[in-house]
């Protein structure tokens, strides 16, 4: 098996500062987190920002290399723009703002330490922010090709992982039945090129469990490969994108490629705040475009074409003389016959136009995109989908603001899918003072419009058949201390899955934190959810709805014994009770150890967890520490132990390696899973490797 290597030089520079003499002790303590921070916390922060891990979106990986970026090359705070803060995805739009308005008024930062007197900043807040910004002083930029010559940085990263269990997929010799077509092993390999913030090459390989690899089923190598150039500053226009790309514009409902938090830990998450267009590098194999994408200005009046076309794995259908398609996998995984027979399918064109107008707090846009399909498309096979998309073409139309009034920010976006329905996303922000904020949204999403790229503050999968309002505050009586709420109402017009009438749903979280400055944090959470779905298909009740309530109560705690050693705590409590089903509980307690000696250039964690699942409704899910760009949120079910150990070692110069081993102990079963994925025996376990290396 071919090993790649993989690595990343991280490289920090920091100009002296005027003035600020009495803290200086206390800066170069901040300088000595930001090494800590480019090791090992950057998916930390990532995944503080997902409020429901069940929920959590497999996109995260995009963030976690921008902000790796970010790190090696810190923002400017006298030279940031909105857009720049937009990228540090813990920053709400008020917090940005307020950064950007302390410039205008005192003038140019002296040191990143004035940004302790911002309001609406916490601790912790701040202490995720200093390792992002810098202050220096103003140097003219030389562009040549000497010097992207020498200045350029190569790295290359291959991640390597399997399951030490081999499921009944794998060993089934019949060819006439289903079965995974190659190996458990799973590789990806990242290239990345970069000169500066000028230049970008990014190159992604990637071969999931079960897919052949090189074999007779028409894979030459790796099942996806996805790369891009970027080009930033590049005559009229301030970013060109050839090949592939991520588009985030207004409020998310006609564009938005990637992850979105949602109803994430923060006021803020309840506004969409797009970074226009981006390079996709993360491995996300479908809903990205592929061509060409550039934005320039026009008379202050930002203009962003893009074109592309793409191929995506569809099953077709013949009806008579006609071809339709009748489902789309979106899921990326090409192992089985039926997978492999679907995969590159269906051809699909888009192509559109971004306009806005921004000027201090204040912006306007519009959106316009057209998506074509070379087989028409028919996904209404059942009474719940009824109103979805049918057809070759569709056109989506929308237009978004967002504007500062004294203390209030007001965002929305206004859509329209072309000879169907209507999309609509209006909210307001408050800092009331230094201490609280608040934020109400509503939005109203018709059963029947249809877009095939929009995400936004929504409850399902598809944006559609919902309207919902949501209220969220956040009370700090002292910097250290934070109380976040939540509530959200929602109402399904129409029928959805596993729903066979209109229903509607109520949701509530509080979360209440305490912040030892640069030691660790204690966090309680409580969530309340309460909807409706069918009877279980057992009960044979086909009118009537059942109510469903959802409890989670969970209890985290984080704390530094020593500048290179931290401990963790979590235990949490679930308790799912329906109409004539009755209550099931879930539980689950786990013990963390963390550490990292700089000096010797190592760093690890370990986690010993215990959970106990009365049913799959009542399982758990908890974030696990990985190796880098990649996140976990396992489900924990049944009854059993887990563990896991992660280990990242420096040996030499510009090489890096991580290890990681996971194993789950089930008590009181013979078998795991079922169908493919059936394993025998009550041990699951994985282990994964991956290496880097830069130039």
Do not use: C
Not at 102 to 124: A, D, T, W, Y
Not at 170 to 195: A, E, F, H, Q
Not at 301 to 312: C, E, G, M
Not at 674 to 682: R, T, V
């Amino acid at each position: 098996m071919a090993i790649f290597v993989y690595g990343v030089i991280f490289s920090w520079r920091r100009r002296p500062y005027v003035g600020y003499v009495l803290l200086l002790p206390l800066f170069s303590l901040f300088t000595k987190e930001v090494s800590a921070q480019q090791n090992n916390q950057l998916e930390d922060i990532i995944a503080n920002q997902v409020l429901d891990e069940s929920e959590a979106s497999n996109e995260l990986a995009e963030y976690s290399e921008a902000l790796l970026d970010i790190l090696k090359k810190p923002i400017d705070l006298n030279k940031a723009t909105e857009q720049d803060l937009n990228q540090l995805i813990f920053l709400s739009a008020f917090q940005i703002q307020q950064i950007l308005l302390h410039r205008e008024k005192v003038g140019s930062f002296i040191s990143p330490l004035e940004l302790q007197v911002i309001p609406g900043l916490s601790l912790e807040t701040l202490d995720q922010l200093l390792p992002f910004v810098i202050v220096k002083e103003p140097f003219l930029d030389q562009f040549s090709i000497p010097e992207v010559a020498k200045k350029a940085i190569s790295t290359v990263m291959v991640t390597y992982g399997r399951s030490l269990q081999v499921p009944h997929g794998y060993k089934i010799s019949d060819p006439k039945r289903s079965k995974y077509l190659g190996t458990p092993d799973k590789m990806s390999v990242r290239y990345r090129w970069t000169y500066q913030d000028r230049l970008r090459m990014t190159l992604n390989m990637e071969k999931d469990a079960g897919e052949p690899f090189f074999m007779e089923e028409k894979i030459y190598g790796f099942d996806h490969i996805s790369g891009s150039l970027l080009f930033n500053k590049v005559g009229p226009f301030s970013k060109v994108i050839f090949g592939d790309y991520l588009l985030q514009f207004g409020q998310g409902l006609t564009i938005w490629n990637g992850a979105v938090f949602g109803k994430g830990a923060s006021v803020a998450h309840v506004m969409q705040q797009g970074l226009g267009i981006r390079p996709h590098t993360g491995m996300m194999e479908s809903k990205y475009m592929r061509g060409v994408a550039g934005t320039f200005l026009f008379k202050k009046i930002n203009l962003t074409p893009f074109i592309s076309y793409n191929r995506l794995t569809a099953t077709v259908k013949e009806e008579g003389p006609h071809r339709n398609v009748t489902s789309i996998n979106y899921s990326g995984l090409h192992r089985t016959p039926s997978e492999l027979r679907n995969r590159r399918g269906l051809g699909q064109t888009t192509y559109g136009l971004n306009a806005d107008y921004q000027k201090r707090g204040f912006v306007i846009g519009t959106n316009f995109i057209s998506t074509h399909f070379e087989i028409p498309l028919k996904l209404n096979s059942r009474e719940y989908s009824k109103y979805r998309f049918e057809g070759h073409a569709l056109q989506n139309i929308s237009a978004y603001y967002r504007f500062n009034f004294y203390n209030l920010l007001f965002f929305g976006e206004s859509a329209h899918s072309v000879g169907s329905g209507f999309a609509n996303n209006h909210g307001v922000i408050a800092a009331l003072g230094r201490r609280f904020s608040t934020s109400l949204s509503y939005r109203n999403y018709t059963v029947d419009y249809h877009s095939f790229f929009a995400q936004s503050f929504q409850d399902q999968s598809l944006l559609a058949n919902e309207k919902g309002w949501h209220l969220s505050f956040v009370y700090h009586p002292r910097r250290r201390i934070e109380w976040m709420n939540s509530i959200d109402y929602i109402k399904f017009p129409w029928k959805k899955f596993r729903a066979n009438q209109s229903t509607f749903s109520f949701q509530g979280r509080t979360q209440f934190s305490y912040i030892w400055y640069k030691k660790g944090h204690l966090k309680f959470r409580y969530q309340y959810k309460f909807f409706q779905e069918n009877f279980p298909s057992e009960m044979k009740r086909k009118i009537g709805i059942a109510d469903v309530a959802r409890q989670q109560a969970r209890v985290a705690f984080l704390y530094k014994l020593k500048p290179n050693f931290q401990i963790g705590n979590q235990v949490e409590f679930k308790r799912f009770e329906k109409t004539a089903v009755g209550r099931k509980n879930g539980f689950l307690i786990f013990q963390d150890v963390i550490w990292g000696y700089p000096k010797w250039k190592i760093g690890g964690n370990f986690r010993v967890a215990y959970f106990q699942a009365d049913g799959y409704e009542s399982r758990l899910y908890a974030y696990e520490r990985n190796v880098l760009h990649s996140f976990s949120f396992p489900s924990y079910f049944r009854k059993g132990l887990r563990i896991y150990f992660n280990k990242k070692i420096k040996p030499v110069r510009g090489l890096d390696i991580w290890f990681r081993y996971a194993l789950t102990q089930y008590f009181g079963i013979s078998e795991l899973g079922s169908g493919l994925d059936k394993i025998s025996g009550n041990q699951k376990s994985d282990v994964r490797l991956q290496i880097r290396y830069s130039w």
